[in-house]
């Protein structure tokens, strides 16, 4: 069994070895990447690989980057210390997630069910895993990239990208963190449930923000506040309408 580990942490990474090499004595770890970069430039070389285990959060960003830079035709089992991108992007090609530290016994019953679908040859089977997912976030599992043009070409703009959602003539707009304008086929209220809320919050019915795209936040008139973002955008002044205010100050506090 040849295996791909993915980890930016030394010590998870050998942990993480030495447990699938005492487990399954056939075991061949073949490389350890710490890094979305390192781990594509190795998947380019079509390596011979069985799974793949990878971590959620690496050195220069998320793993789910990875699957937006080349196909990755192989099983994955994710690891993950249990934050919201679990939850929110499990849209790949994963056939389990184990919690960090990872348990002997539920890294063996991993493996087995990778020995199940392989003996099968048969796709991963993600319903049950995704439900489990869904529950853990109280039944919602939310959007992970979105699809947008240009030209004539389709790209995809992960949600870890997008700064703010912001409606403009008649149409709704994602604009990322590096300031990049994209039309999208959704409506504002749409949008707000697609997306995570502890990630972003609706301050009024044109804007729907992230706080890392937040510059500053100014008192402004009739108790309002007054959003200045990194990047403004066409639509104008940002506002947290004032029945907004208190949930508002509530989020940014949690």
């Known amino acids: 069994m040849r295996i791909l580990i993915v980890e930016d942490e030394k010590l998870a990474a050998d942990r993480l070895a030495s447990l699938l090499k005492r487990i399954e004595c056939t075991a061949e770890i073949v490389a350890t990447t710490p890094s979305v970069r390192k781990t594509v430039a190795l998947l380019n070389l079509k390596p011979q ?3 793949i285990f990878m971590d959620i959060q690496l050195a220069d960003g998320i793993s789910f980057e990875v699957f937006d830079q080349v196909p990755v035709e192989v099983p994955v089992i994710f690891t993950t210390a249990y934050d919201s991108y679990a939850i929110r992007a499990f849209k790949v090609n994963s056939i389990d997630y184990l919690l960090k530290p990872i348990d002997e016994d539920e890294l063996q019953a991993a493996l ?3 020995r199940k679908i392989r003996s ?4 991963p089977q993600l319903g049950a895993l995704e439900q489990t997912l869904q529950l853990l976030n109280g039944g919602k599992s939310y959007k992970t990239r979105f699809v947008v043009k240009v030209g004539e070409h389709l790209h995809t703009i992960p949600v870890e ?3 703010c959602f912001y409606s403009y003539e008649k149409a709704t707009f994602l604009q990322t963190t590096a300031g990049k304008r994209y039309a999208i086929d959704y409506t504002m209220e749409q949008v707000e449930s697609l997306v995570d809320p502890e990630c972003y919050f609706r301050v009024n019915r044109g804007y729907l923000v992230k706080l890392k795209a937040v510059k500053d936040i100014v ?5 309002r506040l007054k959003l200045e973002l990194h990047h403004p955008t066409p639509a104008g002044e940002v506002v947290v309408s004032r029945e907004k205010v208190n949930d508002f100050k509530a989020w940014l506090d949690r």
């Open 49 to 51: 690989l069985d799974l």
């Open 112 to 114: 087995e069910k990778f």
């Open 120 to 123: 099968h040859a048969a796709p």
């Open 219 to 223: 008192a402004w008139s009739n108790s």
């Open 161 to 163: 990208e997008a700064a």
